[in-house]
């Protein structure tokens, strides 16, 4: 489904600073996996190259059977549909519903009124947010903004959702509501890449965790709580 292979990003202007350094992971469809490491460690980039935002400066990247190398410009749009992706911060539009922020994603790919009407409720449902479908995002608590956000990144059922720390912004509470949700998708099949801070999930999860350091992968173990890492 994923894999990196000695995959290396320097930006321009970091003469001194490998963003990642030669890293190669590989991760299985309907896979869960967690992403640790420190603030400038790497995790951002690393996504931002699975989602084309980025490109690498050496290394190879495939993901779902693209090679990016072989990949257009033009096919990047169609890559990002198979990539879902959640923010720490919401990203919503403020003035637009609950329903609207959902159906916006279906919107700006050509989906028909009668499929969005069909679709977005069916995903509120799987996100629990049934009955908050005309709230406006300044009527939601933290938690439930952004399980319309994780809502409105898999209406188009991508193969893949990368969460960049998803919980950074809540509660304890309403992160594990988040977290709940995050499991639930990868049951129905969704491989799901996390990224966190939080060591309380990292621990209560017991999934397979990448630790990277100074843009390196310096561990990558199975049921790993924090403290094991």
């Known amino acids: 489904m994923i894999l990196l292979d000695r995959v290396t990003k320097q930006y321009?202007?970091?003469?001194?600073?490998?963003?990642?350094d030669r890293i190669s992971l590989h991760v299985d469809p309907k896979e869960f996996v967690?992403?640790?490491?420190?603030?400038?460690?790497?995790?951002?980039?690393?996504l931002k190259l699975l989602t084309r935002e980025e490109r690498p400066t050496s290394g190879k990247i495939i993901?779902?059977?693209?090679?990016?190398?072989?990949?257009?410009?033009?096919?990047?749009?169609m890559l990002r549909r198979k990539i879902g992706v959640v923010f720490q911060d919401f990203k919503l539009l403020p003035n637009k519903t609950v329903f609207e922020n959902v159906a916006f994603a279906l919107e700006v790919v050509?989906?028909?009124n009668k499929e969005i009407h069909s679709t977005v409720p069916k995903v509120l449902g799987i996100v629990?947010?049934?009955?908050?479908?005309?709230?406006?995002?300044?009527?939601?608590?933290?938690?439930?903004?952004?399980?319309?956000?994780?809502?409105?990144?898999?209406?188009?059922?991508?193969?893949?959702?990368?969460?960049?720390?998803?919980?950074?912004?809540l509660d304890p509470k309403h992160a594990w509501d988040v977290i709940k949700v995050l499991e639930k998708i990868n049951r129905f099949g969704t491989t799901v890449l996390l990224t966190t801070?939080?060591?309380?999930?990292?621990?209560?999860?017991?999934?397979?965790?990448v630790v990277i350091k100074d843009g390196k992968i310096i561990?990558?173990?199975?049921n790993a709580g924090y403290n094991k890492l």
């Open 34 to 46: 967690i992403v640790i490491g420190q603030s400038g460690a790497g995790k951002t980039t690393l």
């Open 128 to 169: 629990n947010l049934k009955g908050k479908e005309n709230f406006m995002p300044r009527q939601l608590s933290g938690g439930e903004r952004q399980r319309v956000a994780i809502a409105r990144a898999i209406v188009r059922q991508p193969r893949i959702l990368v969460a960049d720390e998803p919980t950074g912004n």
């Open 219 to 222: 561990s990558d173990k199975a």
């Open 63 to 77: 993901v779902g059977g693209v090679d990016y190398d072989k990949l257009k410009d033009k096919d990047i749009p």
């Open 12 to 20: 321009p202007r970091a003469e001194d600073q490998v963003a990642l």
């Open 197 to 209: 801070h939080n060591k309380e999930i990292v621990d209560k999860l017991k999934r397979r965790v």
């Open 110 to 112: 050509g989906v028909s």
